[in-house]
Nanobody, 124 residues
Framework: QLQLVESGGGLVQPGGSLRLSCAASGFTLDYYAIGWFRRAPGKEREGVSCISRNGGVTNIADSAKGRFTISRDNAKNTVYLQMNNLKPEDTAVYYC?????????????????WGQGTQVTVSS
C-alpha cells in the first residue's frame, strides 16, 4: 500500500522553527516529484513548496520565500520542509503529496498521493 506520512508538526512561538518530514512507505520516492501544501482554518488548500524528482528544481510560494526550504534524501525515502521564522499566519495543517513526474508544481490537482497531514500551530 502506497503511503505518505508527515511528521514534525507542533506548537511553536512566532520566530521559531520546525522541520517537517514526509516519509514514504510501500513505494520509492525516487520516481516522484513532491509538494508541500497547507490548509489553514477557513481557507483553501495552498501550495507551499515543491521539489523535482531528482531534487534539482524547487519552487516556493511567495508567502514562504526566504523562510522555508525544501529538500529531499532519496536514500532515506524522505522529503523535508525546513520552516524558519514562523509566523502566526503559517498556522495550518501541512500535507505532502507525490506526483509521478519529474517536475513538481504547486497545484494540488497535479498530485496522485497524499499524506494525512501534520498540524503546525504558531502562537505565543
Amino acid at each position: 500500500q502506497l503511503q505518505l506520512v508527515e511528521s514534525g508538526g507542533g506548537l511553536v512561538q512566532p520566530g521559531g522553527s520546525l522541520r517537517l518530514s514526509c516519509a514514504a512507505s510501500g513505494f520509492t520516492l525516487d520516481y516522484y516529484a513532491i509538494g508541500w501544501f497547507r490548509r489553514a482554518p477557513g481557507k483553501e488548500r495552498e501550495g507551499v513548496s515543491c521539489i523535482s524528482r531528482n531534487g534539482g528544481v524547487t519552487n516556493i510560494a511567495d508567502s514562504a520565500k526566504g523562510r522555508f526550504t525544501i529538500s529531499r534524501d532519496n536514500a532515506k525515502n524522505t522529503v523535508y520542509l525546513q520552516m524558519n521564522n514562523l509566523k502566526p499566519e503559517d498556522t495550518a495543517v501541512y500535507y505532502c503529496a507525490a506526483r509521478y513526474r519529474n517536475l513538481a508544481t504547486l497545484e494540488p490537482g497535479d498530485y496522485d498521493y497524499w499524506g494525512q497531514g501534520t498540524q503546525v500551530t504558531v502562537s505565543s
